[in-house]
């Protein structure tokens, strides 16, 4: 019996609560106003993707050893498809890079220093995206 009227003050303010604070609905037509009117930043210019050349070779050697494991979206054989490519990651929401590997060209959208992390992420973001074309890549 104690414990019902402490369930039934318990519910009580609960419901006092609740009833002074306003809740906005939200309609259809709100939401696809706001995804219509969002601004999407602009992707970085070729020349921001270009390989760095203020870096020594060991920082880049030292850099690369610390992320052995990368999530790629795409990799050419041409510099300029894949900073293209790039780009349109970038505007789906990737902020990635290109890296040459063997004369390829990759476009890198994660790195990890962990092989399970980097499994989990690719399984992710295959799951999220639909994209079964990711893979990693391992240096």
């Not at 894949?82 to 063997?102: D, F, H, M, W």
């Amino acid at each position: 019996m104690k414990s019902l009227k402490y369930s039934l003050i318990s519910l009580i303010l609960i419901l006092s609560a609740c009833s002074k604070k306003e809740l906005t609905k939200l309609d259809g037509t709100n939401i696809v106003e706001l995804t219509a009117n969002r601004k999407v930043p602009k992707a970085p210019s070729p020349e921001s993707q270009q390989l760095s050349k203020k870096f020594s070779l060991t920082q880049i050697l030292e850099n690369r050893a610390l992320f052995n494991y990368h999530i790629v979206g795409g990799s050419s054989k041409r510099k300029n498809t894949a900073l293209n490519l790039s780009q349109q990651l970038y505007k789906k929401g990737y902020p990635c890079r290109v890296i040459e590997t063997n004369g390829k060209y990759r476009v890198v959208i994660q790195s990890f220093s962990n092989k399970k992390v980097a499994v989990r992420e690719l399984k992710r973001l295959k799951k999220l995206n639909h994209k079964p074309d990711l893979w990693i890549l391992k240096e």
